[in-house]
């Protein structure tokens, strides 16, 4: 009998880098054990690297990004890592940053841990940055494709910087995900590949012929040589060149996979199952069936888009701006003013005391649409408080009304009625925002009347695992 299969998942999220060890449960032919798993907060914003990118820019130092990816490795047992036969990555979608082929890394050999560090590489401008303003993105070319093209989005990104830094462009002459890079780099590929998942949330890529808008492109002046190459999300990007934390060398990498798609695979037991997200930003995703396509004709204002996933089918999924990050941003609202009355708060401690507080109070007049960072379908769009009483400004019913906001607002987006006419009859729930705050869940339940679980902090990275694990499966019965 075969040894059963150990994998390792990766995800590259916005705010954290998670990774998890799985094994093939050796009686159940889809069962896995989780052997061993951690997160650690990446913290790598960074200033922007064009000046012209203005206040709403959004980078990340991706140096920072990999210290904080090698950290998590570093903290997995080497028994472990030493077993695995397989990696799968996902990571932040649309993002994009450029290197050097050749000299995208470096590595450290000989240590007891062999690991690369970031060479001639970019920042990574993300998915948040908001430079592509709507004037702007009107004077960019139609897309042939169903989806629309919005701020964050690395094809707009890569035309704000050819029309502000052209200089910049001719650095560099590859380009990917936060997550390409990486597969590229553990696989020394000689240019990124990237799959269909990917692709779709760069702009200007038609899901059906599976290619990239080059002759539309091009005929933009858009520099196509930085566009990767396109592969099967299931399939395998290469093997690893060098050993890395004791995984041997030649171990097979999977195409890096976008973290939606990722937390899908983890999570959706069932097709109808509606998987929810909720972490930096939220996500709510339903299986549409086998043969669906979706319309050629992007429809900016829709709040639904239709994204691929495995095999050729299509999740629907809601995907709103606002989510953690919003919570992020009233806990550092109170932390500074806090400061400001001459008093020290760490992040933390205000986290835990108005999760706490809004547990307390369990109902709320308060409204509060929470769209700090519009919407893709309405870009300008701001939040707002309204139904302000005197009764209702205690920490419990504004951080109430707030948890609330951020779900009934993906609630507009993808009502629960939609996805009953889909045929859904269960919503799973993750993310790492979900995960630690009781009253998110709570609100999660009560916007939608259908039964609802809650999964783990690692789905994503668990889903890539699983992804490699189930292709592993196949392979060895053939």
């Known amino acids: 009998m075969a040894a059963p299969s150990v994998v390792l998942g990766i995800d590259l999220g916005t705010t954290s880098v998670k990774a998890a060890v799985v094994e093939a449960a050796p009686d159940d032919p889809s069962g896995f054990v989780v052997l061993a798993s951690c997160v650690r907060a990446a913290r790598a914003e ?84 908001g ?78 012929s599976q290619s990239w808008n080059s002759e539309i492109l091009r005929a933009s002046g858009f520099p196509v040589h930085l566009l990767p190459d396109i592969a099967e999300p299931a399939s395998v990007a290469g093997r690893t060149a060098h050993a890395w934390f004791e995984i041997p060398k030649g171990t097979p990498v999977g195409v890096a996979l976008g973290d939606l798609q990722a937390s899908v695979y983890s999570c959706m037991a069932q097709r109808t199952d509606a998987v929810l997200n909720i972490s930096t930003s939220v996500q709510l995703a339903a299986s549409m069936p086998s043969g669906f396509q979706p319309a050629q004709t992007p429809d900016p204002a829709a709040p639904v888009a239709y994204f691929p996933y495995f095999d050729r089918t299509y999740l629907a999924v809601a995907a709103s701006l606002n989510g953690g990050n919003v919570l992020a941003t009233f806990v550092q609202m109170l932390v500074r003013w806090t400061a400001d009355l001459g008093v020290e708060v760490e992040e933390s401690t205000v986290y835990s005391r108005m999760i706490q507080a809004a547990a307390e ?47 009934q607002n993906l609630h507009s987006m993808l009502p629960s009625q939609q996805l009953r006419e889909w045929g859904v009859e269960r919503v799973v729930s993750s993310g790492s925002a979900l995960s630690r705050n009781e009253v998110l869940k709570q609100e999660v339940q009560r916007a939608f009347p259908l039964p609802v679980s809650f999964g783990q902090d690692v789905d994503a990275a668990l889903g890539a695992a699983l992804v490699m694990l189930q292709r592993h499966r196949h392979r060895e019965e053939s």
């Not at 029309?163 to 390409?180: N, Q």
């Not at 893709?376 to 707030?402: E, K, N």
Request: glycine share 8%; proline share 5%.
């Open 361 to 407: 109070q369990r109902d709320t007049c308060l409204t509060i649409t929470p769209t700090v960072l519009g919407e893709r379908h309405l870009p300008d769009q701001l939040a707002s408080v309204t139904r302000i009483s005197s009764s209702a400004l205690s920490l419990g019913h504004v951080t109430r009304a707030l948890c609330r906001g951020i779900v």
């Open 131 to 208: 430079r592509c303003g709507s004037e702007f993105l009107a004077s960019l070319p139609r897309p042939d494709s169903h989806l629309s093209v919005a701020t964050g989005f690395g094809c707009a990104t890569i035309f704000w910087l050819l029309k502000h830094s052209p200089e910049f462009l001719k650095c560099y002459d590859a380009a990917g995900t936060i997550h390409d890079y990486v597969v590229a780099m553990l696989c020394d590929l000689p240019r990124p590949l990237m799959s269909d998942q990917n692709a779709a949330s760069w702009g200007y890529f038609n899901t059906q």
């Open 46 to 129: 960074a200033a922007a690297q064009s000046a012209a990118a203005g206040p709403q820019a959004r980078e990340q130092d991706v140096s920072r990004i990999i210290q904080t990816l090698n950290e998590c490795l570093a903290a997995l047992p080497r028994q472990q890592l030493r077993r695995v036969r397989g990696i799968g990555v996902s990571g932040q979608m649309h993002g994009v940053l450029f290197w050097k082929t050749g000299h995208g890394c470096e590595w450290t050999e000989g240590g007891a841990a062999p690991v690369f560090t970031p060479g001639a590489v970019s920042h990574l401008v993300t998915w948040q940055d």
